[in-house]
C-alpha cells in the first residue's frame, strides 16, 4: 500500500475504478448556481446586462480572477475602479494575459479554465481571447447549453432567483417561461441581512410593513414569500448569513431576526412544503471597491443552526458554511438534528483541498447522509470543470471508504455503489423536493 496518506487507504483497489466509473457517468442535479435560464434574456438588446452568462469574456470576469488578478499586477498600477470602468473584454484580456499567458495557469480557477477550453475542444495556448471569442460566438445558446450539461452530466440546473434584485425582479414581472433544464429557487438575503432597508423596499412595493415587526408586518412580509413562491415555483427558499447570525432571543423578547425567522421565513417553508437553504459565513463587502469580489469570509456560530433546528424540527435545513473551521462542528450538529441537510463545498471551500477533507469528514460522520457538492457557477461553461473535479474527488473519498468496509469483512456491491451515488448526486435532494420532475 502506497505510503501516501493522502492516498490512504485507496491505493490501487480494483474498487476505486468500480467506484469512479460509476460516478462519473451519474446524472447531477446542481442545486445551487447562479445560473439562469436564457428565457431571462429574451428580448434584451445588445448592451443590456443579462442574466445567463456564458463565453470566453464572462468566463475570464469572473470575479475568481478578480482577486486574482490583482495580486499579479503591479502594485498600484490599476486602482479597482479602473479595473470596473474597463469594458468586460478589456478586462478579460488582461485576466488571461495575466494569469494565463504571462505564468502557467495554477489555482482552482485557472485550471478550471483550460479544462473548459479543453473539454470545448479548444486550444488552451491561444496568447490571445481573438479565436475563442469567434467561437463562442457562433454557438446557438440553447445548443450549447445541452452540450455544457452533457459534457458536465448536470441533468437539472436550480437557480438563484432574487426578488429584491432590480435586474431580475423586472424579467419575472414581465413574465418568464419555464424552462424544464432550470428550477427555480427563492433568494432573500435582504430580509435577514439588512431588514431595515428591505423593510422600505416592501413598504414601497405596497407592503404594509414597519421596521419595529409592528401591526401587520410577518403577516405581509409572508405575503410577498407567498406571491414569490406562487410566481417562481422553487424547489426551496433560500437565504444567505453573515458569520454574526444570531438566531437567539435578546433576553425575552424574541429578537427581530427571530420573528423573522419563526413568523415569516421558517412558517412559509413550513406551509410550502419547502426546505429552507441557508448559507452561513459570507462577510459582504470587505473591500468594497471589489464588488463582487470584495466578499470575504468569517467563523459563524453553529449552535445559532442546531436552535433553529432544535426549535422547528418540522423543517428540512439545507445548511453549507463558508468557513472551514466550521465543517466538523457542523457535521456533529447534523447527527444531532436530522432536519440539518449539510450541502456542498461553498466557494473559498471549493477547492481540491477541502473537498476532499470536508467530504471524509462528512462521510465519516453523517455516512451518505449529505449532499456533497454544488457548483456555485456564475457562467454557464463552469459547470464542465466543476463537476468533473468534484464527481472524482467525491468518488475517491467514497472508495475509500469501501475500502475500509471490504477490509472489515463486508462485501460492496455494483448496486450498492451505483446506490450511494444516485443519492449523494442527486437523490439526497431532489427526494426532499416535493413534486420533482426530473426536468
Ligand atoms: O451567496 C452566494 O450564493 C455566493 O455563492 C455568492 O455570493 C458568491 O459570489 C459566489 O458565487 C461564490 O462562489
Ligand atoms: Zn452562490
Known amino acids: 500500500m502506497s505510503s501516501d496518506t493522502s492516498r490512504f487507504p485507496i491505493g490501487d483497489h480494483c474498487i476505486v475504478e468500480r467506484v469512479r466509473t460509476t460516478f462519473d457517468i451519474q446524472p447531477v442535479v446542481d442545486m445551487h448556481t447562479h445560473l439562469y435560464a436564457p428565457a431571462f434574456d429574451r428580448g434584451a438588446e445588445d448592451g443590456d446586462e443579462r442574466l445567463l452568462l456564458y463565453g470566453i469574456d464572462e468566463l475570464l470576469a469572473y470575479h ?36 494565463f499567458v504571462e505564468r502557467p495557469p495554477v489555482s482552482e480557477a485557472c485550471v478550471g479554465l483550460i479544462d473548459i477550453l479543453t473539454s470545448l475542444g479548444l486550444d488552451p495556448a491561444e496568447p490571445d481571447l481573438a479565436g475563442y471569442r469567434s467561437w463562442f460566438a457562433a454557438r446557438d445558446i440553447d445548443t450549447h447549453i445541452d452540450e455544457v450539461m452533457r459534457l458536465s452530466g448536470v441533468e437539472r440546473i436550480v437557480m438563484t432567483n ?3 434584485s ?27 441581512e439588512q431588514w431595515p432597508s428591505a423593510c422600505e423596499r416592501l413598504a414601497a412595493w405596497g407592503y404594509d410593513v414597519r421596521e419595529d415587526l409592528s401591526g401587520q408586518t410577518t403577516a405581509e412580509v409572508r405575503r410577498f414569500l407567498d406571491e414569490w413562491i406562487e410566481r417562481t415555483s422553487p424547489v426551496y427558499l433560500a437565504c444567505s448569513l453573515s458569520p454574526a447570525f444570531r438566531y437567539a432571543s435578546d433576553g425575552d423578547a424574541p429578537s427581530i431576526v427571530r420573528r423573522l425567522f419563526d413568523e415569516c421565513l421558517v412558517r412559509a417553508a413550513r406551509e410550502h412544503g419547502l426546505m429552507l437553504a441557508l448559507m452561513i459565513g459570507a462577510k459582504r463587502a470587505v473591500h468594497p471597491e471589489m464588488r463582487l469580489a470584495g466578499d470575504g469570509l468569517g467563523r459563524a456560530d453553529v449552535d445559532q443552526v442546531a436552535a433553529l433546528a432544535r426549535t422547528h424540527q418540522d423543517v428540512t435545513f439545507l445548511i453549507t458554511m463558508l468557513s472551514r473551521e466550521n465543517q466538523h462542528e457542523l457535521c456533529v450538529a447534523a447527527r444531532k438534528f436530522s432536519n440539518l441537510l449539510p450541502f456542498g463545498c461553498w ?25 456533497p457538492q454544488h457548483s456555485d457557477a456564475r457562467v454557464l461553461e463552469q459547470l464542465i470543470y466543476k463537476w468533473r473535479q468534484s464527481r472524482r474527488l467525491i ?20 448496486a450498492a455503489i451505483k446506490a450511494d451515488a444516485e443519492r449523494l448526486l442527486r437523490g439526497n435532494f431532489v427526494e426532499r423536493v416535493a413534486g420533482w420532475t426530473a426536468g
Do not use: H, K
Request: aromatic content about 12%; glycine content about 4%.
Open 64 to 99: 475568481y480572477f478578480v482577486d486574482e488578478v490583482f495580486r499579479v499586477l503591479e502594485p498600484g498600477s490599476l486602482t479597482p475602479a479602473a479595473f470596473w470602468a474597463m469594458p468586460t473584454p478589456e478586462r478579460a484580456d488582461l485576466v488571461w494575459r495575466n494569469l
Open 162 to 164: 432574487e426578488p429584491f
Open 166 to 192: 432590480d435586474l431580475e425582479r423586472p424579467r419575472w414581472e414581465a413574465g418568464v417561461d419555464p424552462d424544464p433544464r432550470f428550477a427555480a429557487v427563492v433568494r432573500v438575503d435582504p430580509i435577514v
Open 347 to 371: 466557494w473559498y471551500v471549493n477547492t481540491t483541498s477541502q473537498i476532499r477533507e470536508i467530504t471524509r469528514t462528512r462521510l465519516e460522520l453523517l455516512g451518505t447522509s449529505f449532499i
Open 395 to 414: 468518488a475517491d473519498c467514497v472508495a475509500e471508504r469501501y475500502v475500509l468496509t471490504e477490509a472489515a469483512g463486508a462485501r460492496v456491491t455494483d
